[in-house]
């Protein structure tokens, strides 16, 4: 079992910042990849961004590339999401999970997940 807790959301106004981290217990012998979701109300969960367990690798969803970096450090068990310039449309509950597997973008084959943390963007 793996458990993750998500922390950093918040309420930011357009054009700032917000960091998320995701911190790992558990099952963490192995580095999954590790990949941050987000479901605004009334809308399906979808994709913000995925990493390799080494880190290697990392994919972005299309709405956040060059606003979101994600990443990770290893040794601490720990992924983070680095958020700028904020708009309102990414106000969303934000999820992290991992996976246990070849790498992968998409929910249904991640394995475990955190609580979510909420982020809301003011215009």
């Known amino acids: 079992q793996v458990q993750l807790v998500e922390s950093g959301g918040g309420l930011v106004q357009a054009g700032g910042s917000l960091r998320l981290s995701c911190a790992a217990s558990?099952?963490?012998?192995?580095?999954?990849?590790m990949g941050w979701f987000r479901q605004a109300p009334g809308k399906e969960r979808e994709f913000v961004a995925a990493?390799?367990?080494?880190?290697?690798?990392?994919d972005y969803a299309d709405s956040v590339k060059g606003r979101f970096t994600i990443s990770r450090d290893n040794a601490k068990n720990t992924v983070y999401l680095q958020m700028n310039s904020l708009k309102p449309e990414d106000t969303a509950v934000y999820y992290c999970?991992?996976?246990?597997?070849?790498?992968?973008?998409?929910?249904?084959?991640?394995?475990?997940w955190g609580q979510g943390t909420q982020v809301t963007v003011s215009s």
């Open positions: 999970a991992a996976r246990f597997g070849p790498y992968s973008t998409s929910d249904a084959h991640y394995d475990y």
């Open positions: 990493i390799s367990w080494s880190g290697g690798t990392t």
């Open positions: 558990g099952r963490t012998y192995r580095s999954p990849t």
